[in-house]
T-cell receptor, first 119, second 112 residues
């Protein structure tokens, strides 16, 4: 697509329920990133994909968080047994992968985010 | 561990003023630095990207500079307008395939 698309834009859920957030990156972008932005906080890195594999999962805050990417395109971030502290805006970004000396700039393009509220 | 700091946290200026937003980072071994704009309730819009070999980039009324050795970047906004009101975020990465590390942003208000 023309830009990074995320859904849902808003999600309100009850504590303890599972949620899935979807990201559709820019066509042809092989790198995909998930970030979380809590009220008054900076952007917190969660996970990064190169193609379908995730070389860096270091930012996932607990084992309730998982993400997958299929077909080198769409990614889903799943939060199980949601807690109130999971309330935040979840942002997805994509970029062309930097490969060897044919490096691109690595410029990151963001979606509009999914605002999650856990009651 | 790379840390990014942005000063000031908030800034209010009258329309027409030129202004400078500051960003500093602790590890000078960066691959690139990117400035973003975020409007309330929205995602991030990329404004300027400076690669480590570059000193500055310009787009319209925006100019971003990079001094890698001192770990600093500035975003200069000329002739500010109310439409420039937003949060401006600075981020760096140490290689092309690693996550950006973000500052907490500067919240800019331009008063008509």
């Amino acid at each position: 697509g023309a830009g990074v698309s995320q859904s849902p834009s808003n999600k309100v859920t009850e504590k303890g329920k599972d949620v899935e957030l979807r990201c559709d990156p820019i066509s042809g972008h092989t790198a995909l990133y998930w970030y979380r932005q809590s009220l008054g906080q900076g952007l917190e890195f969660l996970i990064y994909f190169q193609g379908n594999s995730a070389p860096d999962k270091s930012g996932l805050p607990s084992d309730r968080f998982s993400a997958e990417r299929t077909g080198g395109s769409v990614s889903t971030l799943t939060i199980q047994r949601t807690q109130q502290e999971d309330s935040a805006v979840y942002l997805c970004a994509s970029s062309l992968e930097v490969v060897g000396r044919f490096a691109n700039t690595g410029e990151l393009f963001f979606g509009e985010g999914s605002r999650l509220t856990v009651l | 561990k790379q840390e990014v700091t942005q000063i000031p946290a908030a800034l209010s200026v009258p329309e027409g003023e030129n202004l400078v937003l500051n960003c500093s980072f602790t590890d000078s071994a960066i691959y690139n630095l990117q400035w973003f704009r975020q409007d309330p309730g929205k995602g991030l819009t990329s404004l300027l990207l400076i690669q480590s070999s570059q000193r500055e980039q310009t787009s319209g009324r925006l100019n971003a500079s990079l001094d890698k050795s001192s770990g600093r970047s500035t975003l200069y906004i000329a002739a500010s307008q109310p439409g420039d009101s937003a949060t401006y975020l600075c981020a760096v990465t140490i290689s092309g395939n690693t996550p950006l590390v973000f500052g907490k942003g500067t919240r800019l208000s331009v008063i008509a």
